[in-house]
């Protein structure tokens, strides 16, 4: 068996693996959600990043800091390495 098969196998595996622990983690959330006496409380975090351009929503002062320089930096990384 050639190398780049046994890598193939091995990357959708991988995809295969990420995407049951998605719907086992959705599963397992609303599970807790439909037993009533939780409560529940969802945020939504990130960065995306236009071209060089970081947008940054969904963090606290000091999480909001820290998540502009993570940004910065993978947009100096990209400069960097684009070519």
Do not use: C, H
């Amino acid at each position: 068996m050639q190398t780049s098969g046994i890598v193939g196998i091995i990357g959708l595996s991988l995809v295969v693996l990420g995407i049951l622990a998605i719907l086992l983690g959705v599963a397992l959330m609303m599970r807790q959600s439909d037993q009533g006496n939780t409560e529940v409380q969802r945020e939504s975090k990130g960065i995306i990043l236009l071209g060089p351009i970081p947008i940054v929503w969904g963090y606290g002062k000091k999480g909001w800091a820290v998540a502009i320089i993570v940004g910065i930096t993978l947009v100096l990384v990209w400069l960097v390495f684009r070519g």
